[in-house]
């Protein structure tokens, strides 16, 4: 099984005309709430493409709340550690996306702030069983720092999407086993600016020299450079019309951990996960636009 510890965001997005400046009131339009939050996002790309998931989180006792408990069911997860916070709203994003594609974001955390080590401490015989364990930084980092010494005692592979970017604890970073930074990530996490191969290669020696064993940073359109001990590569992306790069990173996460779960070798994984990142980047908003295991499969074969 693959656990996916992480977040459940309401994705609030407006379309605008143009960013309101400070007293300024504009008209938007095309209105939507749409399932997002980086864990959820992972658990369902996992989920969709025929993974079994545990999904670890917290949401609102909100009828968000309600109804994604729902929504995560339909699509094949185990919600039993989904748990409803009391008097509190499910996390939020407020996105405006201009007429031009630009976005601007305002997140609140809400019911994620819950996802405590005590609550993890509740689950830790899901992760000790469990042979993956993914997680992103969107939820109290103490709950993540136990479920990764958990699954370290157990010898559950621990997955983490530094995402959003903030430095880490070398405590933590010597826990994990395989880390997939963007390059913004990757540059707050290492001090390299990543551009390239070689600038991406230097930013995976720091982090191999913190204890982890495989570093993955993606990088957009260009793909993924894959750095394993003594060799590293770029491993590139599938092109497609981008439309929305909404959750690409998350389906990409979702994606390669499913692919190894079910005992792909490293780069199949990744060129699975490019595949099922590629198309989800042609499509709007974050969950409405993670593809199913078919669309992927004749996607790659094509
Ligand atoms: P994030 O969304 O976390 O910033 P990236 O932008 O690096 O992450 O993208 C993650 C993955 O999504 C890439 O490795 C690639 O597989 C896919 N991807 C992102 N943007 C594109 C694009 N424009 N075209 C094709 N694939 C893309």
New binding site residues.
């Given amino acids: 099984q693959l656990i996916v510890l992480g977040s459940v965001n309401a994705d609030h997005v407006l379309q605008v005309p143009s960013f309101p400046r400070p007293g300024e009131t504009l008209h938007g339009h095309n209105y939507q709430v749409i399932p997002g939050g980086k864990g959820a996002n992972q658990a369902v790309a996992a989920a969709r493409l025929g993974g079994d998931i545990g999904f670890i989180a917290c949401v609102g006792d909100d009828s968000f709340g309600q109804n994604i408990r729902q929504t995560f069911t339909n699509d094949g997860m185990d919600i039993s550690a989904v748990h409803m916070i009391e008097n509190t709203p499910t996390g939020i994003a407020m996105i405006q996306v201009s007429d031009c594609g630009e976005n601007s974001i305002c997140i609140a955390a809400e019911a994620n702030n819950a996802l405590t080590a005590e609550i993890v401490e509740q689950h830790s015989a899901m992760i000790e069983q469990a042979e993956y364990l993914l997680m992103q930084l969107e939820t109290p980092l103490a709950g993540i720092e136990l479920a990764a010494s958990i699954a370290k005692v157990h010898g559950t592979q621990v997955v983490l999407?530094p995402?959003p970017a903030r430095s880490l604890p070398d405590a933590l970073l010597a826990m994990v086993d395989i880390i997939t930074?963007?390059?913004?990530?990757a540059e707050v996490l290492t001090g390299v600016a990543v551009t390239d191969a070689d600038s991406a290669a230097k930013a995976a020696q720091v982090l191999h020299d913190k204890g982890i064993a495989t570093v993955m940073?993606?990088?957009?359109?260009?793909?993924?450079y894959l750095s394993e001990q003594d060799t590293g590569k770029i491993i590139p992306?599938?092109?497609?019309k981008?439309t929305d790069?909404?959750?690409?990173?998350?389906?990409?996460?979702g994606a390669f951990v499913t692919g190894l779960l079910e005992g792909k070798a490293i780069e199949n994984a990744?060129v699975f996960?490019?595949?099922?990142?590629?198309i989800?980047?042609t499509r709007f908003g974050a969950q409405t636009s993670i593809p199913s295991r078919d669309e992927v499969e004749q996607f790659i074969a094509a």
């Fill in positions: 999407n995402a930074p963007n390059e913004t990530e940073i993606t990088l957009g359109a260009k793909g993924v992306g599938f092109k497609v981008a790069t909404t959750a690409a990173g998350d389906t990409f996460n990744i996960a490019h595949g099922a990142a590629a989800s980047v």
